[in-house]
């Protein structure tokens, strides 16, 4: 198991194996069924996987107790809430499985530690947050800048692979709008 934690991670972060030592130990191999909710909002998560088969998506709960899609993950994806690994807050969002999935599991601060003393890591760490940075820039221009139509086909266009797999709802409610909406798109 750790031969296939350390050559994923080597593949998945193009480092050498050599370089992926400190974190290949600190590693395990989680695997989940479909609806497994891995944090909830609440919750002060340290966890940070790495997705080798399956989807995941963030979302929040509104008043209403209904899900509201934030990010949807893929095979290679880092998934882990951030916030609460740099504030120690609970990260407001949660994380279920779309898919059966399998993941590589470590701690955001097992991570940072090795960071903090490998410039390798601490690269890893500095580009894995700038990609959040960009999605979210991404995100928001989508649902601030476009108009429903052009909201789903700028889904269409970005998550090509995931979209066989993701309810219709979900995708609605990623680019925020109605399931109503998104259906008579799709028919026109």
Do not use: W
Request: aromatic content about 10%.
């Amino acid at each position: 198991m750790t031969e296939y934690i350390a050559h994923t991670l080597s593949h998945t972060f193009q480092i050498p194996l050599e370089d992926l030592r400190p974190l290949n130990e600190k590693s395990t191999i989680r695997t989940v069924t479909k609806g497994t909710v891995l944090y909830n909002s609440e919750d002060l998560n340290d966890d940070v996987y790495i997705i080798t088969s399956g989807i995941i998506y963030d979302y929040y709960l509104d008043r209403d107790g209904v899900e509201k899609i934030k990010r949807f993950y893929g095979i290679n994806d880092l998934v882990g809430t951030s916030i609460s690994g740099l504030s120690k807050n609970s990260g407001r969002c949660a994380s279920k499985a779309l898919t059966n999935c399998t993941m590589i599991r470590f701690s955001f601060a097992d991570f940072n530690r090795i960071a903090n003393q490998s410039i390798v890591f601490e690269r890893l760490l500095r580009k894995s947050l700038e990609k959040q940075i960009l999605l979210q820039d991404e995100k928001e221009y989508m649902l601030f800048m476009l108009d429903a139509r052009e909201r789903y086909n700028y889904f269409v266009s970005k998550h090509a692979d995931l979209l066989e797999h993701i309810p219709l709802k979900l995708i609605a409610s990623y680019i925020n709008i109605t399931p109503e909406t998104l259906s008579r798109i799709r028919k026109a």
